[in-house]
Nanobody
Framework: QVQLVESGGGLVQPGGSLRLSCAASGSIFSINAMGWYRQAPGKQRELVATITSGGSTNYADSVKGRFIISRDNAKNTVYLQMNSLKPEDTAVYYC?????????????????WGQGTQVAVSS
């Protein structure tokens, strides 16, 4: 039906930057909100940022002023620009999309998750 594929994770020093990308593909009719979540070892998954189809954004307090979420609706892709990274940002980052998708007979709605990409911030 629909797949989300993330890229852009890696190892970076404190204060550095990374840009994550997540591309949705498949029988997509339209995508509502898209977002990024993260899960650190031993912790629950938490929201990082979300963006609506119209471009309205929402951020966790811990990343406000450092991270920027954006999307390219023509490419069904969401991005997360991460600046001034801190060791506490270390986690597996997952993208998420609220998707209307086509079946043979109708259009249905589901929330999809990517497979996750590791971000490690360490000197």
């Amino acid at each position: 039906q629909v797949q989300l594929v993330e890229s852009g994770g890696g190892l970076v020093q404190p204060g550095g930057s990374l840009r994550l990308s997540c591309a949705a593909s498949g029988s997509i009719f339209s995508i509502n909100a898209m977002g990024w979540y993260r899960q650190a070892p031993g912790k629950q998954r938490e929201l990082v940022a979300t963006i609506t189809s119209g471009g309205s954004t929402n951020y966790a307090d811990s990343v406000k002023g450092r991270f920027i979420i954006s999307r390219d609706n023509a490419k069904n892709t969401v991005y997360l620009q991460m600046n001034s990274l801190k060791p506490e940002d270390t986690a597996v980052y997952y993208c998420n999309a609220d998707v209307y998708y086509r079946t043979t007979y109708d259009i249905r709605r589901n929330v999809y998750w990517g497979q996750g990409t590791q971000v490690a911030v360490s000197s």
